[in-house]
């Protein structure tokens, strides 16, 4: 019973940080003048969970706590983070016009082709986006090193990849069925989400699972020992 207790605390303080960070999220955009504080807000999210997965030893953590990590990684992107958001925005909108532009027009059989690569583009190009914020806040590099290595991830992490956007899928389907849940947690849940799935299957140095709670091997290692003994 008293492991029950303990772990329903968790799943509750799990919740509560997510709320947090929304309820920053929107305050730091509008801080920001929505322009210049929607982006940083959002590499500050990225870089707060980041943070909560690395706390091993201690994650359950206080809403000052999540609050205070939120606010210093926001004032450390200000710039950063707008200079690699907004090539990102543009490019976006450009894809998605160009898909607008095509599902409107009759283009006749050539159309059908360019919408349905136009499509695999969007979802690649939305793949790209959510796992570059990941490794934006992982890494001290250069926009370009940052782009080229989550183009890579794309392609060479497909189970990163998938459950990425079947995450996503899973989030957006609970926001259209229960609508109140995006006024309570909006963006949070997607990139608390990512940020599980790059922890969990993206290999990313300084951000594996399998490196910094490396348990199953820990068990194997102990099995083979015992074997051995035996």
């Excluded at 953590?61 to 004032?75: D, G, Y």
């Excluded at 898909?99 to 027009?105: I, K």
């Excluded at 991830?153 to 998938?162: D, H, K, Q």
Aim: net charge neutral.
């Amino acid at each position: 019973m008293k492991r029950f207790a303990v772990g329903y605390e968790f799943i509750c303080r799990i919740i509560m940080m997510i709320v947090i960070v929304n309820v920053a999220f929107v305050a730091h955009t509008l801080l920001g003048l929505i322009v210049g504080g929607l982006f940083p807000s959002i590499a500050a999210s990225y870089a707060t969970f980041r943070s909560w997965l690395l706390d091993i030893d201690d994650r359950s953590w206080t809403v000052r706590r999540t609050w205070s990590t939120f606010h210093q990684a926001w004032l450390e992107e200000l710039g950063s983070a707008n200079l690699f958001g907004w090539p990102q925005f543009i490019v976006w909108a450009l894809l998605v016009w160009e898909y607008w532009f095509v599902q409107h027009n009759d283009l006749g059989v050539v159309g059908f082709a360019i919408s349905g690569a136009l499509l695999l583009i969007n979802l690649l190009y939305g793949l790209f986006v959510f796992l570059s914020w990941a490794v934006h806040v992982n890494f001290d590099e250069k926009l370009p090193w940052v782009v080229r290595t989550a183009l890579s991830m794309v392609i060479a992490r497909p189970l990163c990849s998938l459950m990425v956007l079947l995450l996503f899928v899973i989030t957006i389907w609970a926001y259209y069925t229960w609508p109140g849940l995006m006024m309570a947690f909006g963006v949070a849940v997607p990139i608390f989400a990512t940020m599980m799935a790059v922890y969990s299957w993206g290999r990313l140095p300084g951000m594996d699972v399998h490196v910094l709670e490396p348990m199953e091997q820990d068990n194997n290692s102990g099995i083979a020992q015992k074997g051995s003994l035996s």
